[in-house]
């Protein structure tokens, strides 16, 4: 066990709220007392056990399992899907729950279509009455509520999936129309053995077109190429995890020159395998921490995973050996990666710079909270 980390940079108050956290999946954070209440709602044997055994069907603590880990989300996902209370509610309870760890801005990914109930052929399911956009209007709502009660900034990105072409330009579609309007960016997810399709890229060029940031998951368990790719063909603004880009150094060497953004998830790649090594002090972060990469600490998928943000740290500091000096400055490299307006982000690196004491403390910016300028 990992003994707890020192608070980072300065002595913060419990309340305050002073991270950052750039890749989270929406449908990997849900409470596991919230999967209870649903399993039960929906008539799920799940929900009949005790609550101690369901919890190990909506987890997983393995190490290098991938089959066993996509099935978690195959068992609580039909839960979700077409249930417009608990898909307000998820939103909204994430914001508590980062809220209750630190987290001052958060950017939550999701692919819409995984969670709707009409016009998703791929699935069945098209007689339903939630299709994706009622699904990010959810989503935006429970977002936009919980900023208000918990005092953060939540943000989206909506996913396209590898293997599902027919989504890609619809998830465009409703990044452009929900432009700075909660959500402010798209991803590429799914199984990296999937080659991004024409109709990824297309969506990919359009965002970039309409000036909607861009960030794929690319270098996790997929080669370096796949990182290349993701910054040449999709213009990423951002790599999701991007371990195996120190597989090519001439590849990784641009990634640091051009201070590419590394979405890097410490338990993640170790339940998953990922990052080719369980023991941290092997782990790419700390080579990345050393060459200066611009890097964040993220958690993927809290609820799935059974980790925090706070835990995230306390791995790199415990585990990783990376210095207090270092994990602030990933909470900063984090905000100036932000997808955010530039006005927005300058907001959010005086509100961390005051968190951590390098300017004075005030209350105020502009005469009311940063979040309350929430998009």
């Avoid at 980072?8 to 002073?18: D, I, R, Y």
Wanted: net charge negative; aromatic share 8%.
């Amino acid at each position: 066990m990992l003994r707890k980390m020192a608070a980072t940079g300065v002595a913060l108050a419990g309340s305050q709220k002073f991270r950052v956290e750039l890749h989270c999946h929406l449908d990997g954070s849900i409470r596991c007392s919230t999967l209870y209440d649903l399993a039960k709602k929906r008539g799920s044997p799940e929900g009949d056990k005790p609550y101690e055994e369901f919890i190990k069907s909506v987890t997983y603590t393995g190490i290098g399992n991938l089959p066993k880990f996509l099935n978690v989300f195959k068992v609580f996902i039909p839960w979700v899907v077409g249930d417009k209370e608990a898909i307000e509610r998820i939103a909204y309870e994430l914001c508590e729950d980062k809220a209750a760890n630190g987290v001052t801005y958060i950017e939550a990914r999701y692919c819409p279509q995984l969670l709707a109930n009409k016009d998703i052929v791929e699935f069945g399911r098209v007689d339903g009455d939630v299709a994706p956009r009622d699904v990010v209007m959810l989503v935006n709502k429970g977002l936009r509520r919980g900023c208000q009660d918990f005092g953060i900034t939540a943000t989206s990105i909506l996913c396209c999936m590898r293997g599902f072409p027919g989504w890609s330009h619809d998830i465009v579609e409703l990044c452009k129309e929900f432009h700075n309007d909660t959500v402010v960016g798209i991803d590429l997810a799914g199984d990296e053995n999937i080659p991004a399709c024409k109709e990824d890229i297309d969506a990919f060029t359009e965002a970039a077109n309409c000036g909607i940031y861009r960030t794929v998951h690319a270098g996790e368990a997929g080669p370096a190429a796949n990182v290349k790719e993701a910054l040449d063909v999709m213009k990423a603004d951002r790599i999701g995890h991007g371990y195996h880009v120190l597989e090519d150094e001439k590849l990784y060497h641009r990634v640091i020159d051009e201070r590419i953004h590394l979405e890097v998830c410490p338990m993640s790649s170790y339940h998953l395998g990922t990052a080719g090594t369980t023991d941290f002090k092997k782990h790419p972060a700390v080579r990345f921490a050393a060459d200066k990469v611009n890097f964040s600490l993220n958690t993927d998928d809290d609820s799935v995973f059974q980790t925090t943000l706070i835990n995230e740290f306390n791995v790199a500091f415990n585990g990783m050996g990376l210095s207090e000096a270092e994990l602030t400055k990933l909470t900063f490299n984090a905000a100036r990666s932000a997808f955010l307006p530039d006005d927005k982000k300058q907001q959010l690196l005086q509100h961390l710079k005051m968190s951590f004491g390098v300017i004075p403390h005030s209350d105020e910016l502009n005469g009311q909270p940063w979040y309350c300028n929430a998009l």
